[in-house]
């Protein structure tokens, strides 16, 4: 079972910084620069190439104390031979690493390209196990090797430095660019040979004009300046598996979804003391997910609280400021089976103070039960306008839960009243089809969470009188398997982030779309980091692949930043088909309860997947028809309750969005004021 926290534990730095080591300008931590710089940085004693390579056109400069020694053919040689010899191994001769020096002008990048890019017989020896990448389409691989290799002829004016790894081959812009992240990203390929090397191919038309750097006194990174970078630096081009891989993970995730029964994710959803984590933990005690000694540990332990009737409860809230106040504060994540289904448990809390808790739990839920308080008054408390039932089922269903389930619960308090039961049913019945909700998409269920009544098995005579419809477990049982998109660009909007022991620094959350594997290369964004996935985790159980749908914790390495950089509402996505950011955007949405008509300069707070930002509503597009979708008004002056509209909607920092049109589940966002939720919408256009 896991939690939806921020940063569970403090802990130092991730990476070792052990050789960072440096000579010159830079004095400050490595973690204060760009990842291009720490790059530079950490190579730099290995190449000793100072400023001045960088800013005079790729001409070799040397301190005035090493002069003499450079003077000559011979020292200008030995000094430049083994990053030549580093990059390319024995592909070529050492006579002709030396004749392709001499030709350059002893620049060790410039003679590795003219060695690279001529005619040659010779194909550098390079293990293929070393590169996970396959190009299929000789003529297209062409055309990108020369796109690669011949930017020297088109940018020769642009000095530029080269980075040598084992058999990648890092060609950067200029330190002025990489300082400020505007230099073109690198996107890896594969040299169409029997032993192909990774080289990194530029983009001209994505390259950004770069305006002259500022001093910064070294080469790190100005700190009020990185903010500015991890927003506006274009995507980190790397593809997240080679189409070997991809291919055999989609065969392996066809295969379990054939022989696995289908998933879905429940939230159970409610004003608070409604018995949500009672019924549901008294549900996974009688499904035998807890064990006996556990139940009575959790009984000594409520009884000693004064809150005997809260033992069940205690199987899902977990921590002590819970179980002190009686409340569930989290999201508590854990798992249980049906006859015909796999389902992820998602409890979420009641209180009106964590209804963003509750937001992020529904936004990750295919459907949702909605539990109810029988007791006389408690109801009527509940779905008044103060109470959450009504919001929780208003935002259940703006987030994209169709199929609801109602748990009336509690009614042995009212010596199993069929006319309670009804009277419920038709309210609620009544406003959920106002809400969105099809009839017949909704059912009800008379429960007790406490006794166990009607949860798996029904024993009360009193109820059996006149109800003999299914139990809790056979309708959860009844809901239909969710679509997957399985086909999309990967996403995972993270939800928690922590450091285990066995597991390393991790990142959880669910899998919106697409796969990831043990090995793959994923994009951080808005950070736009790179991180690579050591190992893979559901329900506790260490997998080699996972799919969407699925709640999941990947362990990360090889993060340019410390983990703790990552928050909550961040996104792991494909690097090659990133999600775009963005401070701006258009969103059609309806309006809820409101004490104040929303006007042009609203300032409301924005929840989307997780993510919670301070907003500004900018402009007031338009009022739409609420069935045809069609402007009934242009630039209205305000907007009342119940209001289709059209909104342009503006954040602090860029986050990462997607449009409802291409990407659904990410596609839909909450806007709250005051502790009341105002509007909920969808997002229609990005303006970047």
């Given at each position: ?312 409860a205690f199987v899902l809230d977990e921590h002590a400021e819970e179980r002190a106040r009686g409340v569930t504060i989290d999201v508590a994540v854990t798992n249980f089976e ?351």
């Amino acid at each position: 079972m896991s939690r939806h926290r921020g940063i569970r534990g403090a802990f130092d730095e991730y990476y070792d910084q052990d050789d960072d080591d440096y000579d010159g300008g830079f004095t400050g931590s490595p973690s204060s620069a760009s990842p291009g710089v720490a790059k530079y940085l950490a190579n730099k004693q290995q190449f000793q190439l100072n400023l001045g390579n960088f800013l005079n056109k790729g001409q070799p400069t040397v301190d005035e104390d090493e002069e003499e020694d450079f003077n000559s053919d011979l020292g200008l040689i030995e000094s430049k031979l083994p990053a030549v010899v580093e990059a390319l191994g024995d592909a070529c001769s050492e006579e002709e690493m030396i004749e392709a020096l001499r030709i350059n002008n002893y620049d060790p990048e410039a003679a590795t390209v003219w060695l690279l890019d001529r005619p040659s017989s010779k194909s550098p020896v390079v293990p293929h196990s070393q590169f996970d990448m396959e190009i299929d389409n000789d003529d297209e691989f062409e055309e990108r090797r020369k796109q690669a290799f011949t930017q020297k002829k088109a940018d020769s004016a642009v000095p530029r430095s080269v980075h040598f790894e084992g058999d990648v081959i890092a060609v950067q812009r200029e330190l002025q660019q990489a300082t400020l992240g505007l230099g073109p990203r690198a996107a890896s390929i594969e040299i169409a040979s029997p032993s192909p090397v990774r080289m990194p191919a530029r983009d001209p038309s994505k390259e950004r004009v770069s305006s002259p750097a500022p001093d910064f006194g070294g080469f790190a990174l100005a700190p009020e300046r990185l903010e500015e970078r991890l927003q506006s630096a274009s995507p980190k081009i790397e593809r997240q598996m080679s189409m070997t891989r991809r291919k055999e993970v989609e065969a392996l995730q066809a295969q379990e979804a054939a022989r696995e029964k289908p998933h879905i994710s429940l939230v159970v959803i409610g004003h608070v003391d409604a018995g949500k984590s009672t019924i549901m933990g008294h549900l996974l005690y009688l499904l035998g997910n807890v064990q006996q000694r556990t139940m009575h540990r959790f009984e000594k332990e409520s009884k000693n609280l004064g809150k005997a009737s809260f033992a069940f409860a205690f199987v899902l809230d977990e921590h002590a400021e819970e179980r002190a106040r009686g409340v569930t504060i989290d999201v508590a994540v854990t798992n249980f089976e049906t006859d015909h289904r796999r389902v992820t448990l998602l409890d979420a809390p009641g209180h009106r103070d964590f209804v963003p808790n509750m937001i992020s739990g529904a936004s990750q839920a295919d459907v949702a039960i909605l539990i109810v308080d029988a007791t006389t008054g408690a109801f009527e408390n509940g779905f008044d306008s103060d109470g959450q039932t009504k919001e929780h089922a208003l935002l259940a269903r703006s987030l994209g839960v169709t199929q609801l389930g109602v748990v009336i619960n509690k009614l042995d308090t009212v010596d199993w009243s069929q006319q309670r039961f009804d009277e419920i049913s038709a309210k609620l019945g009544a406003f959920l089809k106002q809400s969105g909700f099809l009839p017949k998409n909704i059912w009800y269920v008379p429960c007790s969470g406490l006794t166990g009544e009607n949860v798996i098995e029904r024993n009360e005579a009193k109820l059996m009188a006149w109800y003999d419809g299914p139990t809790l477990i056979q309708r959860i049982d009844e809901f239909p398997p969710a679509t997957r998109e399985v086909n999309k660009a990967f996403r995972l909007c993270i939800s928690d982030v922590y450091k285990a022991t066995n597991f390393g620094s991790a990142l959880g959350g669910k899998i919106e779309g697409g796969l990831v594997s043990v090995g793959d290369r994923l994009l951080v964004q808005p950070l736009n980091e790179l991180c690579t996935v050591k190992g893979i985790r559901v329900h506790g159980n260490v997998v080699e692949f996972a799919s969407a749908g699925e709640n999941v914790d990947l362990s990360v390495a090889d993060l340019g930043l410390p983990i703790t950089s990552i928050a909550i509402g961040d996104v792991l996505c494909d690097p090659e088909r990133p999600m775009r950011i963005a401070k701006r955007f258009v969103g059609q949405i309806i309006t809820f309860t409101l004490k104040r008509p929303i006007v042009s300069g609203h300032q409301v707070e924005l929840l989307y997947h997780g993510l919670n930002e301070p907003a500004s509503i900018t402009s007031l597009i338009s009022i739409l028809d609420k069935a045809t979708g069609e402007v009934r008004k242009k630039k209205p002056r305000a907007l009342s309750e119940g209001i289709t509209a059209q909104v342009e909607i503006s954040v602090q920092r860029a986050i990462p969005v997607e449009l409802y049109s291409e990407y659904k589940p990410l596609g839909r966002f909450t806007l709250r004021e005051g502790g009341r939720t105002v509007a909920a919408g969808i997002i229609s256009e990005l303006r970047l």
